[in-house]
Nanobody, 122 residues
Framework: VQLQASGGGLVQPGGSLRLSCVAS????????LAWFRQAPGKERDFVSA????????FYARSVKGRFTISRDDAKNTVYLQMSSLKYKDTAVYYC????????????????WGQGTQVTVSS
């Protein structure tokens, strides 16, 4: 089971990016998928999660209204559309799956992607 994140890059404040995370080795249909991020010298923090059916979506307060999570189970892919990006959004973004605890806790997830760097800079 592997997760492969992509889509990061350099973007100006106020800009947008879409991150993708593709699962291989097994299907993730029906399970919660999430995004976390880690800035230099800081903890890995919850960003967003989506339920197995895609019905329920959860966001950290800092990104609510600016980020949108979605999934395409036919493609085994979860997306994170990021808009109105701010300097403080700069971090390595990780996708995660195979949850066995609260959706917003790093320790709940047992499978992680390799991370993709997002840098917000003018």
């Amino acid at each position: 089971v592997q997760l492969q994140a992509s889509g990061g890059g350099l973007v100006q404040p106020g800009g947008s990016l879409r991150l993708s995370c593709v699962a291989s080795g097994r299907t993730f249909s029906g399970i919660t998928l999430a995004w976390f991020r880690q800035a230099p010298g800081k903890e890995r923090d919850f960003v967003s999660a989506i339920s197995g059916t895609g019905t329920n979506k959860f966001y950290a307060r800092s990104v609510k209204g600016r980020f949108t999570i979605s999934r395409d189970d036919a493609k085994n892919t979860v997306y994170l559309q990021m808009s109105s990006l701010k300097y403080k959004d700069t971090a390595v973004y990780y996708c995660a799956g195979d949850r066995s605890g609260p959706y917003d806790k790093r320790t709940s997830y047992h499978v992680w992607g390799q991370g993709t760097q997002v840098t917000v800079s003018s």
